[in-house]
């Protein structure tokens, strides 16, 4: 557990890097880390995580690549500015409804036509 209230459960079906990436974007989502707020390093989180390097420098891209946290060399990781909770909340609400359809065994297109009709139906 770090400083953050993070952690692992490595009998999850859930890979490390995805439980940490999933965490720290809900921190961020919450407002629970702010604006310019700095993450740990990647050594430090994931030695407090009891993981590999690489796996906590997997999460930090994945956050990166979400517009979440941004990477400078003498500053660090840091929560990037910008309103992203949004963003987040349905990014995660897309990762679950992809994971359900391919569970039930939908088609990609299937699945997408669903989210059409969904949307139709939303805009009235």
Known sequence: MTDLGLTVD?????????QVRAQLAGLIGRGDLGE???LPTVRALAGDL???VNTVARAYKELEAEGL??????AGTVVASGGHATDTALHRSATA???SAARA????????????A??????G
């Not at 946290?69 to 003498?74: I, K, L, S």
């Not at 969904?118 to 805009?123: G, P, V, W």
């Open 10 to 18: 490595a009998a999850s079906g859930e890979p490390p890097y995805e």
């Open 36 to 38: 310019g707020d700095r």
């Open 50 to 52: 009891g993981l590999a």
């Open 69 to 74: 946290v941004t990477t400078r060399r003498r």
């Open 97 to 99: 409804y992809a994971a």
């Open 105 to 116: 065994g939908l088609s990609e297109s299937a699945a997408i036509d669903l989210v059409r």
């Open 118 to 123: 969904a949307l139709r139906q939303a805009r």
